[in-house]
C-alpha cells in the first residue's frame, strides 16, 4: 500500500504528548533508575568494610539511607503514574492505547513486527506504531504490579491499619517471601524493556527521521507522510491538532 503524501512533500508537526505525559514520563525515567539502582542496593547491601556489618557502612551507603530513598521515589513514581493516567483520560494525544480487537491493529503490529526483524524494508507512517502501543500496556501493567507490591511490603509492619488492607491483602494468602521475588524481578523486567525501548526510540529517529526522541521534549512529532493512526488525533468535531 502506497503512502499518502503531504501537499507538496512538505513536512508537517503533529502536536501529540501533552505537557502531563511530557513531564510524569521524565520524572518516572529518573524513579525508575532510582528505585532499580537503591533495589539492588537493599538486596545485596555494600559491607561497611572488613569484619563489618552493612549496617555499619559510611552513612551515604547505609542500608537504612539506601531504603528510606527508596521509599521516597516508590511514592514520588506513583504519584507521577497517577497524575499519568489522569492525562491519559483529559488529553486524546496521550492515549493511544492499542486497539486489539481489530484487524487492522493486528495487520499492523505484524507488520512493524516484520520490519524490525529486518524482513520488510519498511513500515506504514505511524504517530505510535501499534507494536509500541501493545509495549507501553505491557509496562502499564508491571508498573501497577510493582506498586501493588512494593506498598504490600511498605505497610505490612503495621499489618491492620488501612493501607496495608488494600495492599497486602493477598499476601496472606502467597506469602511475603512471594511478593519479594515478585517485586524483584518486575524490577528486572522493566529494566529489561527500558534498555529495549531506549534501543527502539534511537534506530527510529536515525532511520525514519520523524522526531521520535524530540517528540518526548517538545510534544510534537514531524512527519512527511500521513499517518496511518491519523484518526486516533481526531476529536469528535474531526480536528486534529497540529503544530
Known sequence: ??????????????????????????????????????????????????????????????????????????FIFTASFTLRIYGWIINRGDRLL????????????VEVA?????????????L??????????ALYVMVLVEIVTGFAMYYMPNSTGVPASIFGWSIGMYGEMIFHWVHH???????????GHVYMVFRADLMEREGEAASMFSGTKTLAH?????????????????D
Open 98 to 109: 492499542p486497539k486489539f480487537w481489530t484487524t487492522k491493529y493486528m495487520e499492523e503490529t
Open 128 to 137: 505510535r506504531n501499534p507494536l509500541a502501543r501493545g509495549s507501553y500496556l
Open 114 to 126: 516484520l520490519h524490525y526483524s529486518l524482513l520488510k524494508y519498511s513500515h506504514k507512517p505511524y
Open 226 to 242: 500521513i499517518p496511518s493512526d491519523i484518526d486516533d488525533l481526531k476529536d469528535k468535531k474531526g480536528h486534529i491538532a497540529e
Open 185 to 195: 524481578y518486575f524490577a528486572w523486567f522493566i529494566m529489561f524493556f527500558a534498555m
Open 1 to 74: 500500500m502506497a503512502k499518502l503524501v503531504h501537499p507538496k512533500g512538505q513536512l508537517k508537526k503533529y502536536y501529540i504528548f501533552s505537557p502531563f505525559l511530557r513531564i510524569f514520563h521524565w520524572i518516572m525515567v529518573w524513579c525508575i533508575a532510582g528505585l532499580f539502582i537503591t533495589g539492588l542496593l537493599i538486596m545485596d547491601p555494600i559491607s561497611g568494610g572488613p569484619g563489618h556489618e552493612p549496617t555499619f557502612a559510611d552513612w551515604r551507603l547505609s542500608v537504612d539511607l539506601i531504603r528510606n530513598i527508596h521509599f521516597v521515589l516508590g
